[in-house]
């Protein structure tokens, strides 16, 4: 068989052409994300192929998108850092001046380490005072680090704020108590603003061009892209699945598939109903994948089984590195809003 070509755009907006030596079937997408990598030098690990509005899985066959053929083209996303390995959870020492308050002896509410059970415990490895309402947040420098880290990166907060009074605390306190450098309050920075976007349920990734987008009307499902159309396409799509406008109105956009505003429906007309305690939604769905899932009886924590997640069903935090994040199965937490975005899987 003849070679045939896949094209790439790139995110600085170049075109690549791939060239394909092997019939369709037997091509998969990691052969394809190799060929990419030779192009662009960005290895596997860190791009995210976008074709029709949806991701390619490297797991699969290009035989598995059947729209997926010659002469296509392939939209190339990087999967930049999230931030998690880029900031240093090594101990920090503890800085002085009058500006600060010590604990007087209370263990850090991270690692629990209390001055009689560690001898490096002195001066250097003091915790501080964190400024809030109540002055009742205590955390040594490297561990309000990690506390940080996992409200932006791990439970997707626009803010990070005091586990207990709820203080937002900005980012010259993150790195003035935290001992933080310029490059780490910028991923921090960066993170934060990524999770604005992603949790605003008006904004959106238009699938044709991978631009940010804001709808007019906040019913409307049918959305025109308006930087497709300065490329010279009419780009139509359905803001809840992503795929090609094909129907008629603005409600309907006419993929079988679709069924995200029946969910979404369901999820705003669900009871209220009390979980170990707390008041929140008896719906929920999914963070990882999106699925529908509603609480019967027992404690807050759940198990997906479509993809396997593990969360907190009253405050969604996802199960991390193997230990929950809001404490043991019937222990109370904040509960998070009602949801109003249907999550896509990650």
């Known amino acids: 068989m003849s070679a045939w070509n896949l094209f790439l755009k790139h995110t600085d907006g170049k075109t690549f052409t791939l060239v394909i030596q092997e019939r369709k079937e037997n091509v998969t997408v990691k052969q394809v994300m190799s060929l990419v990598q030779a192009k662009t030098g960005i290895p596997p690990a860190e791009q995210r192929l976008i074709h029709g509005g949806k991701q390619l899985d490297e797991e699969k066959n290009i035989i598995d998108y059947p729209n997926l053929g010659p002469n296509s083209t392939l939209f190339l996303v990087l999967r930049l850092p ?18 600060f308050e010590y604990s007087d002896g209370t263990p850090c509410m991270i690692c629990f380490t209390h001055p009689n059970d560690d001898n490096r415990y002195n001066a250097k490895r003091l915790p501080l005072v964190l400024p809030c309402r ?7 420098p490297h561990c309000f680090i990690q506390y940080c880290q996992n409200e932006i990166f791990d439970n997707k907060r626009e803010a990070v704020c005091c586990p207990q009074c709820q203080n ?16 780490e309050i910028e991923i921090f920075s960066n993170g934060l603003s990524v999770n604005v976007i992603h949790n605003d349920p008006n904004i959106s990734e238009c699938p044709g061009c991978l631009s940010y987008c804001e709808r007019k009307n906040k019913t409307d499902n049918r959305v025109h892209c308006r930087m497709c159309a300065k490329q010279g396409k009419n780009y139509e799509f359905c803001w809840h699945c992503k795929q090609n406008w094909t129907g008629d109105g603005s409600k309907n956009c006419g993929n079988p598939k679709c069924n995200a505003a029946d ?51 009253i405050c969604l935090r996802q199960k991390r590195d193997g230990s929950w994040q809001c404490g043991r199965s019937y222990d109370k937490c904040t509960p998070a809003p009602r949801q109003v975005k249907v999550p896509s899987r990650k």
């Open 82 to 99: 999230g931030g998690t390995g880029l900031i240093s959870l090594a101990e920090r020492d503890t800085p002085r001046g009058p500006d």
């Open 134 to 140: 109540r002055g009742h947040t205590i955390m040594h």
């Open 168 to 183: 937002e605390w900005t980012l010259d306190v993150i790195q003035k108590y935290g001992v933080a450098t310029k490059e």
């Open 263 to 313: 969910i979404l429906e369901q999820i705003n007309a669900a009871p209220q109903k009390e979980v170990i305690g707390v008041l929140c939604p008896s719906m929920r769905l999914c963070p990882n994948c999106g699925t529908a899932i509603e609480h019967k009886s027992a404690c807050k924590q759940m198990s997906c089984k479509i993809c396997q997640c593990e969360f907190c069903f």
